[in-house]
């Protein structure tokens, strides 16, 4: 694992943004995973600004959503879904074609589930962006006894449902729908971004290198290919 430092979230976002439109540039049709939440969203908005300048690198990109909160509607401005439109989907003009997407209202969560797997069985992920969750999670695959290898629907914890994308809501999620480790730990390449003070715990016990269930993110420590871009304020001094 690469583990870079940097001074500030503005230059994490910045780095992740140049590794991101390099690996646009190597592979036209890439297909780009992409987490939410405040991590990368600063890098979102950066290759939105490049999209203005150079519509054409961004032609044939493909984009699947990392993980979704289930129960809630597609539209309402809580879900990934909402975000990743606002802030990937719209300003970069990808079309349904070039989109993979769990849908947060399903009859079957499970069966819902099942189409995501089989869509990632027919293409690799070629870069996934990761944020590292407060309790050690990374998309919605929590701290447990075991953990599951495929997209699959995942029992949310209390930490999880404190996330500012969801903690103000009266109705809150009734359970996450993710892709699963091994489907992470196959994508090529792995970005994941780390800002803020509230993290330097769990940043501590990731760069401790014990891989453990109780921290989901340490098995990224298997993967032969991973940046770590960490704002120097989630370390600390």
């Not at 209202?105 to 407060?134: A, F, M, Y």
Request: proline share 5%.
């Amino acid at each position: 694992m690469e583990i870079k430092i940097l001074n500030t979230y503005e230059e994490v976002s910045q780095k992740a943004k140049e590794i991101i439109s390099l690996e646009i540039i190597r592979n036209k049709k890439l297909l780009l995973c992409a987490a939410t939440g405040g991590s990368p969203t600063r890098a979102y908005e950066l290759l939105a600004e490049d999209f203005i300048k150079q519509p054409q690198l961004f032609s044939e990109l493909r984009i699947i959503k990392l993980d979704e909160w289930g129960g809630i509607p597609m539209e309402h401005p809580s879900t990934c879904e909402f975000y990743l439109q606002k802030h990937l989907i719209q300003p970069l003009k990808i079309s349904q074609e070039r989109y993979i997407s769990f849908k947060s209202e399903t009859k079957d969560p499970h069966e819902e589930c099942k189409r995501i797997q089989n869509q990632i069985q027919k293409s690799t992920i070629d870069v996934c962006i990761l944020g590292l969750g407060i309790n050690g999670h990374i998309a919605l695959n929590e701290p447990s006894e075991f953990l599951q290898p495929l997209a699959h629907v995942a029992k949310l914890s209390d930490k999880s449902l404190q996330h500012l994308m969801v903690s103000a809501l009266k109705n809150k999620p009734t359970y996450g729908l993710t892709l699963g480790m091994a489907e992470i730990l196959q994508s090529k390449l792995i970005i994941v971004l780390i800002n803020g003070k509230q993290k330097r715990n769990i940043v501590k016990q990731f760069l401790s290198k014990k891989i453990t269930n109780l921290v989901p993110a340490s098995f990224l420590w298997l993967h032969p290919n991973v940046v770590c871009l960490i704002e120097q304020n989630a370390i600390g001094d």
